[in-house]
C-alpha cells in the first residue's frame, strides 16, 4: 500500500472544500484558528509514519480526548462506568440537553458531552491528580513529551461554557456526579484544551489498532477487550449524530474534535490523524471526514 503516495495527493484533493465548511466559533479561543490548515499524519502498526501538510502543528484535539479519559476510566473504574453512561449512539447533537432530561441524568454514551463529563467526575474520585495523570498518559502515549493543556482555550471554553454548565448542573442534580460541579468541568475543560500534532495523535492512537500494544513502548495498554469496546464506541458513537453517515463513507472506528481533528483506526494495520479546522454541520471536520473517505476508498480497505 503505497501511503506515502496517497496522502501526498490528499490536500489538492481536499483543497475544493475549502470555504465549505465552518471553523467552530462558539468557543472563541478556537475561531482564530486559521480556516486553511490541513495536516494528516498515517502511522502503521508495524512500523512507519506517513505525513502530510501541516501534521506537525499543534492544535486543540477538544472532544478527541474523549478517547484518552474513556481509557483511562475502563482500566481505572472498571465496569462501575456503565452504571453511570450507556454505551448508544445518541442521534442527538454532541451537546444536547433535551435527551438528557428524560433519560433521567445517564448520558447515552461517554463520547458526547454529558456522558465525557460523568467520565471525568469518575477520574476526580480514582486518580490523584487527574489533570497531570491525563497530560502525562497522553505524553506516553505519543511520544511528545511536552504537550500541554493550552490554558487560553480552557479559559476561552470556561468562559462560554453556558450548555456545559448547564449539562453538568443537571448530571448533579439527579445524582450522577459525585464531585463539585466546578471541579468537574475544570478537568472537562482542560481535556479539551489539550494540543497535540496529527502526528503525535496518530502515535497516540496506534495501540487502539494493534490490540493494546503501543508498538513505541513495547508494552500493552490497554487489554484486547477493553480496545475492542473503545473501538466499538468510535464506530457507533464517536462521530455525533452523523456516525450512520461517517460509517457509511469512511468505516473506520473515528473520533472527531471541534477543533478540527478526525482520529481513526484501521485494526491490525494503521492509525490515522487528520486536522483541518473547517466543520460540517454535525461538528466534524469537512475535509478531514473527506480525506478519510479517499484514504478507505482508494485502498478498498475499511473495517467492512
Ligand atoms: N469542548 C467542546 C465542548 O464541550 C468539545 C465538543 C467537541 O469537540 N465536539 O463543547
Known amino acids: 500500500m503505497d501511503f506515502e503516495k496517497i496522502l501526498q495527493e490528499l490536500p489538492a484533493q481536499m483543497r475544493e472544500l475549502c470555504g465549505k465548511g465552518r471553523v467552530a466559533t462558539y468557543i472563541p479561543a478556537l475561531a482564530r484558528v486559521p480556516a486553511n490548515k490541513f495536516g494528516m499524519t498515517l ?3 508495524d512500523g512507519g509514519c506517513y505525513s502530510v501538510g501541516d ?11 474523549k478517547v484518552f479519559t ?3 476510566a475502563m482500566s481505572r473504574c472498571g465496569e462501575a462506568l456503565w452504571r453511570r453512561v450507556g454505551r448508544e449512539p445518541s442521534g442527538n447533537r454532541f451537546n444536547s440537553l433535551v435527551q438528557l432530561e428524560y433519560e433521567k441524568g445517564i448520558p447515552r454514551n461517554p463520547f458526547i458531552n454529558a456522558g465525557a463529563i460523568v467520565v471525568c467526575d469518575m477520574l476526580l474520585s480514582h486518580l490523584s491528580n487527574p489533570k497531570q495523570n491525563l497530560r502525562d498518559y497522553l505524553r506516553v502515549l505519543s511520544g511528545g513529551f511536552d504537550i500541554d493543556f493550552d490554558e487560553e482555550v480552557a479559559r476561552s471554553e470556561a468562559e462560554t461554557g453556558f450548555i456545559n454548565y448547564a449539562l ?3 448530571l448533579k442534580g439527579h445524582g450522577n456526579l459525585h464531585n463539585d460541579v466546578d471541579e468537574v468541568l475544570d478537568l472537562y475543560f482542560h481535556q479539551c484544551s489539550l494540543a497535540l500534532s496529527c502526528s503525535e495523535l496518530a502515535q497516540a492512537m496506534t495501540h487502539l489498532a494493534s490490540a493494546g500494544v503501543s508498538k513505541r513502548l513495547g508494552e500493552a495498554l490497554l ?9 466499538a464506541l468510535m464506530l457507533t458513537c464517536g462521530t455525533y449524530d452523523a456516525v450512520g453517515e461517517f460509517a457509511y463513507r469512511v468505516g473506520l472506528p473515528a473520533k472527531s474534535g471541534v477543533g478540527g481533528g478526525i482520529v481513526a483506526v484501521l485494526p491490525g ?3 490515522v490523524a487528520v486536522w483541518s479546522p473547517e466543520l460540517d454541520p454535525s461538528g466534524n471536520s469537512l475535509a478531514g471526514g473527506a480525506a478519510l473517505e479517499y484514504l478507505t476508498t482508494v485502498t478498498q480497505r475499511s473495517i467492512f
Do not use: D, G, H, M
Not at 55 to 65: A, K
Open 43 to 45: 502511522c502503521r502498526v
Open 55 to 65: 501534521s506537525e502543528e499543534r492544535f486543540s484535539i477538544q472532544s478527541i480526548s
Open 70 to 72: 474513556l481509557s483511562l
Open 168 to 170: 453538568a448542573n443537571f
Open 223 to 231: 487489554t484486547p477487550a477493553e480496545v475492542k469496546r473503545i473501538n
Open 269 to 271: 494495520e494503521y492509525a
